[in-house]
């Protein structure tokens, strides 16, 4: 197992390119099970854990891969298995971004049940919701969800999600775009990998009316083509590393980004104290000498995304004064404060709402990650933290980001990647 180990105290400096966004190159390898002959061609794809367990589960399906360079070339002509197994979907609950295509190409699919989740329940209701109202029978049985079409192809309907979810909309748009007639979506998610995946469909072919709104139409089609994409930047990573510069004191530049997506995150780093420049395809951001404490309440796009809530948390530790801070997507997602307190941080969890308490003197420890953006808090936290500071488990931090350390190392961390045994 990989550990991280971190001397905290380095000003970080200089500047990095982002990497390619996760949570939209997910949807947009499922998609390609949609077409039924021809090669696609995808760019700046992560080289993240999360993508070698997807591409695993389009192989399990018959779908063809190859990855090099960030750039993943997949033909899904011969898919021939219409399930995915527990032991893929275990690893990764965004496999059931397979449902959706599957259904509206094949007419079936059998997906096992998402397993649990380290920040709480994360129910697949309204995924299966969307597929009913598109005319499939849905049925779970033996931890499976087994859905088909009597009459063989999905029928156009309208959903109209009562909570905003970016799974459930990807698997609505992925399944509407073959379904006879049309579709209407209200209150679809509007997240950037959202609007992504529909530019990517429609680049495939299909129509689609609101990209980027969270009403969405969409006319379906007989069959779509297999396409040349280049997908977006990863807006978590680019703020992960923002934060990073701003816990140190420092001042970094990202390149490759588009400011426009990050609003919500920027406005909350001035608020903070920092000062932000940004060009259209790049953030500057310098730390100043005292953090302002910041309120932020996580909520769907635009607003503050979740993502980054266990990140803020890390930086408002150093802000001189007390933060509140609230998630209205999962409520229990603070896995990571036990671990920062045991930092050297002071902060209360109250029913949804953590205060920090700052600012503190962190000292260097061993923590334990427990989920994705919990440990990238952590690693924030050891960057400032007196001494040593080292994350254990960086599996988690590996499904998400693309060579974190190589990326802080080269503005200025003391940060190595170690192997190490649990008793
Ligand atoms: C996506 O997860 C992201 N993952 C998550 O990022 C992100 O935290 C989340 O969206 C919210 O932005 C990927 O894109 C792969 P949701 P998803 O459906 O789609 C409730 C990371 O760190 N809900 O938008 O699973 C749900 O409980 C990961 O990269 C239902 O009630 O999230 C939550 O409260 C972690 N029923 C809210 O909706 C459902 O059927 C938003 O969840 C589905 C969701």
């Not at 700046?44 to 990855?67: A, V």
């Not at 590393?241 to 001042?251: F, K, P, V, Y």
């Not at 254990?392 to 190589?406: N, P, Q």
């Amino acid at each position: 197992m990989d550990k991280l180990v971190i001397r905290g105290g380095r000003q970080l400096s200089g500047s990095i390119n982002a990497s390619g966004s996760k949570n939209s190159s997910l949807p947009i390898i499922a998609a390609t099970l949609l077409a039924g002959k021809g090669s696609f061609t995808l760019h700046n794809i992560p080289d993240l854990r999360d993508i070698t367990t997807f591409t695993q589960l389009l192989n399990h399906l018959g779908s063809e891969t190859t990855f090099s360079d960030n750039t993943l070339i997949v033909s899904s002509r011969n898919v021939q298995s219409l399930q995915a197994p527990y032991e893929l979907v275990k690893k990764m609950r965004a496999s059931i971004y397979v449902l959706g295509p599957l259904l509206a190409r094949f007419g079936h699919a059998r997906v096992s049940l998402p397993g649990g989740c380290a920040f709480g329940p994360r129910p697949i209701d309204l995924h299966l919701m969307a597929m009913e109202k598109l005319g499939a029978t849905i049925t779970i049985e033996t931890g499976f969800i087994d859905a088909s079409i009597k009459g063989g192809k999905l029928q156009g309907a309208h959903i109209d999600f009562p909570v905003s979810s970016v799974g459930a909309t990807g698997n609505a748009l992925m399944a509407a775009v073959l379904a006879e007639g049309k579709t209407t979506i209200s209150n679809a998610a509007a997240e950037p990998e959202i609007e992504t995946l529909c530019r990517f469909l429609t680049a495939m072919g299909a129509t689609i009316r609101g990209t980027g709104t969270t009403e969405l139409e969409i006319d379906g089609k007989e069959s779509l083509n297999a396409i040349e994409f280049q997908n977006v930047f990863d807006r978590i990573e680019a703020g992960t590393l923002l934060a990073a510069a701003a816990i140190t004191g420092g001042e970094i530049t990202i390149n490759g980004v588009e400011p426009e997506q990050m609003k919500a995150v920027l406005k909350k780093f001035i608020h903070a104290g920092c000062t932000v420049t940004t060009t259209s395809n790049s953030i500057t951001l310098k730390s100043p000498d005292k953090l302002l404490p910041t309120d932020v309440t996580a909520k769907p796009y635009p607003s503050f995304p979740t993502d980054m809530q266990a990140q803020w948390i890390a930086l408002m530790t150093q802000a001189e004064g007390t933060s509140h801070i609230i998630d209205k997507v999962y409520h229990e997602r603070f896995n990571h404060i036990p671990e920062l307190n045991r930092l050297g941080a002071h902060i209360e969890i109250r029913k949804n709402q953590a205060i920090v308490h700052g600012p503190q003197h962190l000292s260097g420890t061993k923590v334990m990650s427990t989920d994705l953006r919990a440990s990238a808090s952590l690693v924030l936290a050891g960057l400032v933290a007196q001494g040593t500071t080292e994350v254990l488990r960086v599996y988690h931090l590996d499904r998400g980001y693309e060579k974190i350390e190589m990326k802080l190392k080269s503005l200025g961390a003391d940060i190595r990647r170690e192997k190490y045994n649990e008793f």
